[in-house]
Each structure stands twice: as C-alpha cells, then as structure tokens.
C-alpha cells in the first residue's frame, strides 16, 4: 500500500506568507499567552476523508484487496487523532467523537442497533467490515442497500430498512471505542450519536413491509440499545453526550413530536450523571418542535443552526428554559466563508442575556463534514479570495476565538484581521459588477417567457428539423476514455499545446458523430470530451467564479466532491461551447444538440455566496446561460439542452418555502431561453424521477422537450401522467438505466416505448437513455443504443401500419 502522509496542521509556518495564515496563527498563539483556561466552545462534527482525502484512498486501497483491514484502521486512527488533537490545540472544549465513519453515520447507527436487513447473512456477534462493507456497497450476490441525500445536502446516507419483525442488537461498539481511544490520546470527547428518532424517521420500510407501517412504534425497540450504549459510554467515562436530531427541523406532525418526546423521557432515567446535549441543524425548529426540545427534563444542552434558523433566534428570545445550555451554531457549516466574527459576537452577546453567562457555548451551525477541510492545502488560490474564506480548520479556530472573546480575552489582531477581510470582500471589485447586478435585479417581479406557446413552437421546429415520430437522442456525454482524460489533463498543464488538444479534442467528436450517424440517432450530441465536470467546465469559463485543488467534500463513501466557489457577480467574458457546438455541427447534417448546465444547477452544486440571495446568484447565472444559448443560436444550432440536474435538490426543507424556490428557479431557467426563435429547440434533462410533487413547476419551464431519468424507479414517473396531469411538451422518459453495465434488450426497450405510449401521446414521445453516458464502457453503449434505436423502429412500423 502507498505510504499515506496524514498531516492535519492548522498551521504550517512554511506558508504563512498569506494574510490569512498569519491571522489564525495569531489566535493559536494567543492560548499560550492567555494560558489554559479552556472556554465555551463546541464542534457539531468534522470531516472524516482527510486534508488530502487519505480515507478515500485507504478505503478504495483495501476495497480493491491491495491493502490490508490493519492498514486501513492505521489510517483511520491516525486521521481521528489528529483531528482530536487539532481541535484540543484550538482550544476547543466540547470536542466531537464518534463522528468519524468508514462510510456514513447512519450506516454505523444500523451497524450500532444491529439493523442489517438477512439478505446480508449477518451472524450476529460485532459488525466487522465484511458485514459493514457489503451494506453500504453491496458484494458478489447481493446489491447495496439504498442511499439517498442527508436532508438538503449533497451528503449522502444509507437508508435504514426495518419493520415489525427486526432484532435489534447492540452490534457495534464504535461509539464507546473512540471514545476510549480519544481519551487515551488525552482528550476528553463528546460522542455523537445519530439520535434515536431522526434514525427511525429517516428508515423506510423493509422489503415486505407495508408501507403504512408506523415506524416510530420501534422506539420501543432500540432504546434499550441505546440505553446499553449510554451505559457503556458512562461507564468509560463520557461526561457528555450528543444526540443528532436533525429531523426536528423538519415539517412534523404533532403525533411525531409526542414520540419525539416519549422517547427522551423513556432515556431519562439513564442520562443522570450526564450532560446530554440535543443538536438540530441545517434550518429554523419550528414552533412545536422548539417547544418540545425545550421542555425535555432529561436533557441539559440543546444545539441550533443559528446560520440557516434567524426564525430559531427569535423563539430563543422569546424564552429559554432557565439552567439549560444553548449550542448557538454561529460558524456555518454548510458553507466556506470566514465568519464575520463581530457580528457572530453581537448576537451572542445579546444569547448570553438571555440564557446566562455560563450557560452559552459557542459552536458550528452543523457538522462541518459539509465544508471543505483546510485552506492550508490551497497555496495556488488567490490570496484576496483567500482572505475571505475559512474551511473545517479554519472554523474551528473562529468558533475558538468566538469563544475567548465571550468571556473577555478577545484576541484584538485576530478580530481585526477578520474585520479586514470581511470589509474587502464587500469593497472588493472583483466581487461588485454593476452592470451584472443591475441586469440581474431588473429581472425580478417580471416575467420572462417565451412569445408563443409550446404547441406551436414545436410545429415550427419540426417543420425545419424534419425528425421522425419517437426521434432518438441521448443526453449528451459519451464514454470518457483514459485517453481523453490524459489529452485534457495535459493540456491544462500546459504540456501538450492549444493545437494539439483542438485536433484531438476534434477528432473524439468526430468519432461520436460518426458513431451516432452510424446508429442512424436522429439528433445527435458531440459527446462533452472537453468536460471533465458539467459545472466545472462553466465555471472556469465565468466570472466570480474560483476553484480549490483539495476542497474537497464527501458526498458518498469514498467519493467526494469539489464544488466550485462563486464569490463574485456573474458574467461570462466569452462564448463559452459555441466553438466545439458548431464544429460539431460542421460534421453533420443532422441537428447537433447545443449542451449547456443550468443556472439552477451550477448554484446548486457550488460553495455560494452568502452576502446575497441565492435567487441574486441564480439569477446572474441565467443571463450568462442567456447569452451563451442566443450565441448558440447565431451560430446555427437549432437543438439546445440546458440540463437541469439539480433542481430539485435544491428545493427547501419545509413546505412553506418550496413555492418561492420553485419560482425563481423556473424562472432562472425560463430566462435562459426567452429569448430564442420559436423554430430553436430547447430541451432540458433531469436526473430523477421523483418529481411528480413538482410537475407543474416542470411544466412551467416551458422547455420543448423534457429528457428525465425513469428506469430505475419503476416508472413512478409515468404514473403523473396516468393520473392525468397534462403535458403537451415533448417527453423522453429514459428507456435504460446508463448506471448499469448491463445491455438492456430491444424487446424489452420497445417494452418501455409501449407503456409510456400507453400514458403519453405519440407525437411527444422521445426515445433516449437515462443520463449521459460518461461512466460507460464503449463496449456497452455501443449494443445498448442500437437495440435502443431498433426499439424505435419497430414502433414505427407498428404505428405506421396501425393507421
Ligand atoms: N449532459 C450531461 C451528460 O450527459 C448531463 C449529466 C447529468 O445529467 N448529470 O453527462
Ligand atoms: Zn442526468
């Protein structure tokens, strides 16, 4: 196994050449000087991959059998530790454990509670890997258990599947074992667990269970686990434990509360001698659940994200219980922004009224497993841009200073410093565009759209497109090979030239064209080769837009993110697909789809500016998209697909907020393309199916053709359809799930034409996979779009013989 250098410094004193190294080594420093006292200060979580992802390559190292279990917990262990110790070095007092996962918090709450559904033949006794692994990846015979998305974060959790007839075991010792393990290194931690209720909220019924099954009757069930924990993690010690609850902020009903409640009334009696904290985070708790939280006896502390919950500010001012201690979560997680430290301490000052002096302790408004790791590993990012910016380590040190200056050793230089920063992010002109800001808030209260309606656009473009009925395409990348990736690798490195990238660039679209022309594809795509990233490769392109080379964020196992960061006013300086499209477009006679990502989904799956609305962010991203789709245009292409991958990620966590989202993200998107002829075809695509609560948000975008994942949920989509829901643009519902290797069947494609011809019209109907097909082999979509292509033939003919 490759040696893996773990090296979690805050500080190191080779790079302190930047502004910012200098102002955090300041406040390390100022322990020394202030001496040991140790204040109110609190982390939620902290990421688990490593500065330089060594967990993911430890993981993928021992998953591919090229190292050992002993090697992989080396890693691990050395990663945990130095994590503590970093925490401790700031200063920190309330210092998570158990927050570190070899794959996800929730998987180890199932592994803890001994939920492994019996497909995995677990034979009781401590979870090992074996049984851990095949959970969450599944093994030879049999598949993974579900994940879905961590409430409204890019994070990624395993579902908890359960019924009336799971055991439930104490099966994982992991929580008091890092306990005991911190300890020994000298810190005294605080275990985190994933709290009983938002587990159980979270689950969905095992396979076999009805789905009405009330899944908080198991609370009967795993609190005597938890009990068994709690007696264990006393037993080691533990003067503190935290229960994620998270699922509080959610829109509950008050059936869930009362059970919310029973369950921490039944623990009660194991709490004494302990302090127990309730952590909430990622939104406002609403009214009843505040009420609820607030009134538990057994507990002592309760933790919220002040960042996200203003509404949550103002519950606490209108009353807090007496003796209790408020978490304030000041230091957002969710985000890489530093900290504007004296407003922080503002609204501290005036929490500190209300729940006393010592009972305030200053914290994250979340885990920071959300935010990049450590700016340490950025010496190419800009300095100034750096200057405004603070990751997991540097939080840390702010919740620290936070903290000091609570109880009166404010750190002057460090304040100062931040004060800086904060005041030339807001004077800075590389963040304030006039022209963008004023473009931008002159779309807001009109509408845009579109001069005609639908019906009749697509009359005219199919006068000039000329496509047959159920008109193939895909979705727009094809198979990235190992050598596309070296040739743009190269080519950034400035190691092959402009010329030389342009030819092969040129001659890979060329080959997919070719293919496609082959496949006889009635509108075509040029593949995406010059993409390694579908927000990235915008982004590079825009202004107010700057990238990290370790920022990294996980979202699922191993594998992580690195979403770009917009921390100024949008503008795109050039065109930035025209070139490829048209050359494209030059190779064929058939219509040359235009690709381009979304506004919705370039802000959904960037680091966003906080200093404005998101809607003021999206907003200038579509007039960027806007110009790039007239040039498109002016430049002969008549298909254009703005993907909107992320939309409906984006959508709030409670109900009341959904419709103001919904609109100004339909709008973003409407913007985009108002301004085309009706004879341009504009399509959009989606990677899931789950939309039907949103379907008339969809149909309000107004786009000519929708190309929208299907395969793999049973076809939940269709059935909005069959329940009547009216559609008059053009629809592609994938006929095959590109997440698979296997080759689907002209029998069975024709199959899925034939129930969705059952539901939606002929002459709207496209024929197209999944999603793009970036992941795939050549060998396997090669088969699977010529049996996708002959399924549409054969409809054809039956239709045209029907008549
Ligand atoms: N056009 C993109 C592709 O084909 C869309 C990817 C996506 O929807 N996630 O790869
Ligand atoms: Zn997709």
Not at 265 to 293: M, R
Not at 586 to 613: A, E, Y
Request: hydrophobic share 40%; aromatic share 8%.
């Amino acid at each position: 196994m490759k040696l893996l250098m773990v090296a979690v410094n805050t500080v190191k004193p080779a790079s302190i050449s930047v502004r910012l190294h200098v102002m955090y080594m300041h406040s390390a420093s100022y322990r020394h000087r202030s001496g040991k006292k140790i204040m109110a200060s609190h982390i939620v979580g902290y990421p688990r991959m490593g500065p330089k992802r060594e967990l993911k390559f430890a993981l993928e190292s021992f998953w591919d059998k090229k190292s050992s279990a002993e090697e992989l917990e080396k890693v691990a262990a050395d990663l945990r530790a130095s994590i503590w110790k970093q925490m401790a070095d700031a200063g920190i007092k309330y210092i998570p454990s158990n927050t570190f996962s070899y794959y996800d918090q929730v998987l180890d709450t199932i592994a803890l509670l001994g939920a492994v559904p019996p497909r995995y033949n677990w034979s009781g006794g401590e979870i090992g890997f074996d049984t851990y692994f095949s959970m969450a990846r599944g093994n030879a015979s049999v598949p993974a258990m579900e994940m879905t998305k961590w409430f409204d974060t890019n994070y990624h959790f395993i579902v908890p599947e359960l019924g009336p007839d799971v055991k439930f075991s104490y099966a994982s010792h992991k929580a008091v074992n890092e306990y005991k393990e911190a300890k020994a290194l000298g810190v005294d931690t605080v275990p985190v667990l994933v709290g009983p209720f938002t587990f159980l909220s979270l689950s969905k019924p095992a396979k076999g269970v009805e789905k009405t099954f009330n899944k908080l009757s198991l609370l009967d069930k795993i609190l005597p686990i938890y009990k068994e924990v709690i007696a264990d993690l006393k037993a080691a010690g533990a003067s503190w434990i935290q229960f994620d609850e998270p699922i509080l902020v959610m829109d509950l009903e008050s059936h869930q509360l009362q059970a919310f409640t029973k369950a921490y009334s039944e623990l009660e009696s194991s709490f004494s001698g302990l302090n127990v904290l309730i952590e909430t985070y990622f939104a406002d708790v609403p009214e009843g659940a505040f009420k609820a939280v607030t009134s538990l006896s057994g507990v002592s502390a309760i933790g919220f994200d002040l960042v996200r919950g203003a509404k949550t500010l103002d519950l606490i001012k209108g009353g807090f219980p007496a003796g209790k201690y408020l978490f304030a979560g000041v230091v957002d997680g969710r985000n890489i922004w530093a900290n504007d430290l004296a407003a922080s301490l503002t609204t501290l000052q005036a929490l500190e009224g209300i729940v006393g002096k010592d009972k305030l302790v200053v914290s994250t408004s979340s885990s920071l497993l959300h935010t990049a790791v450590d700016l340490v590993n950025e010496p190419k990012l800009d300095k100034e841009i750096k200057s405004w910016l603070a990751f997991a380590a540097q939080k840390v040190v702010e919740v620290d200073a936070l903290a000091k200056a609570l109880s009166g050793a404010k750190d002057e230089a460090f304040f100062s410093a931040n004060a800086a920063a904060q005041a030339s992010r807001k004077s800075s002109p590389r963040v304030t565009n006039e022209a963008v800001q004023k473009a931008a808030a002159a779309l807001r209260g009109s509408d845009h759209r579109r001069a005609t309606n639908v019906s009749s656009r697509l009359d005219a473009q199919q006068k000039k497109l000329n496509l047959p009925i159920l008109p193939t395409t895909t979705i727009g990348s094809f198979p990235q090979t190992l050598e596309l990736r070296r040739v743009r690798r190269e080519y950034k490195a400035k190691k092959i030239s402009e010329d030389d990238y342009v030819k092969a660039i040129k001659e890979e679209i060329n080959k997919v064209v070719k293919l496609q022309e082959e496949l006889d594809i009635d509108v075509l795509v040029h593949g995406e080769p010059e993409r390694n990233d579908m927000v990235e490769y915008f982004g590079e392109q825009l202004s107010g837009f700057a990238f990290t080379a370790n920022g990294w964020v996980q979202s699922y196992g191993s594998r992580c993110v690195k979403p770009p960061i917009i921390y100024g006013d949008v503008s795109r300086p050039n065109p930035m697909t025209v070139f490829w499209s048209s050359t494209a477009q030059s190779m064929t006679k058939r219509p040359m789809k235009g690709m381009l990502t979304g506004p919705v989904t370039i802000l959904n799956w960037s680091f966003v500016r906080n200093d404005q609305p998101r809607f003021e962010t999206c907003y200038q991203i579509a007039l960027a998209i806007k110009d790039e789709v007239e040039d498109l245009e002016k430049a002969g292409i008549n298909v254009i697909q703005i993907d909107e991958a992320a939309l409906r990620e984006g959508l709030p966590l409670r109900k009341a907020e959904h419709a103001f989202y919904l609109d100004w993200a339909v709008h973003s998107f409407r913007i985009t393309n108002c301004g085309v002829q009706d004879t341009t075809q504009i399509h959009t695509h989606m990677c899931y199916s789950n939309f039907n609560d949103i379907i008339h948000s969809i149909i309000d975008m107004d786009a000519d053709v929708i190309t929208i994942e299907n395969s793999r949920s049973d076809e939940k989509l269709l059935s909005v359809f069959r329940e009547g829901v009216k559609y008059g643009a053009g629809i592609g519902p994938g006929v095959y799930d590109i997440h698979s290797p296997r080759i689907p069947s002209t029998e069975e494609i024709a199959d899925r034409v034939n129930k969705m011809l059952a539901v939606l019209d002929t002459n709207i109907l496209w024929v197209n996979p999944d999603c793009g097909l970036k992941t795939r082999k050549y060998a396997e979509v090669k088969p699977a779009l010529q049996n996708m292509v002959a399924a549409a033939k054969q409809i054809r003919t039956q239709l045209a013989s029907a008549k």
